[in-house]
Nanobody, 125 residues
Framework: VQLQASGGGLVQAGESLTLSCAASGFNFDDYAIGWFRQAPGKEREGVSC????????YYADSVKGRFAISSDNAKNTVYLQMNSLKPEDTAVYYC???????????????????WGQGTLVTVSS
C-alpha cells in the first residue's frame, strides 16, 4: 500500500496550487482518502477528505470555500485544489487512507494509515 503526494511549491498569497495523491497497491475504492498538513511546531491537522462510497467530502473550517477535493478512480488519484492560499496554509501536506466513517468525526489522523511522503507548500505574504 503506497500513497504519494505531489504538487507542492512556493506561491504568493492569493494564488492557487493543486496537490495530487497517487495510490497504489490497494483497492482505491475501499478507502477514504484524506489530506492532512503539518506546519513547523504544530500538530498534524486534517484538511479534507473524500469518501470511497459516495464521494462525500469533509473540509476543515480553515479551508472551507477555498479548497476542493476530488478523485479520479480510473487513475487512483485524489486531488486537492487549493485557491486563495494564505501564509497560514504553509505546511507539509500528506495524504493517507482511512475508513469512510472518519469523515463523520473530523478525520482524526490516528485512524488513517499508509501515510505517503509529504509535499511542501509555502505561501509567501
Amino acid at each position: 500500500v503506497q500513497l504519494q503526494a505531489s504538487g507542492g511549491g512556493l506561491v504568493q498569497a492569493g494564488e492557487s496550487l493543486t496537490l495530487s495523491c497517487a495510490a497504489s497497491g490497494f483497492n482505491f475504492d475501499d478507502y477514504a482518502i484524506g489530506w492532512f498538513r503539518q506546519a513547523p511546531g504544530k500538530e498534524r491537522e486534517g484538511v479534507s477528505c473524500i469518501s470511497s462510497s459516495d464521494d462525500s467530502t469533509y473540509y476543515a473550517d480553515s479551508v472551507k470555500g477555498r479548497f476542493a477535493i476530488s478523485s479520479d478512480n480510473a487513475k487512483n488519484t485524489v486531488y486537492l485544489q487549493m485557491n486563495s492560499l494564505k501564509p497560514e496554509d504553509t505546511a507539509v501536506y500528506y495524504c493517507a487512507a482511512g475508513p469512510d466513517w472518519g469523515l463523520r468525526v473530523g478525520i482524526p489522523s490516528r485512524i488513517f494509515g499508509s501515510w505517503g511522503q509529504g509535499t511542501l507548500v509555502t505561501v509567501s505574504s
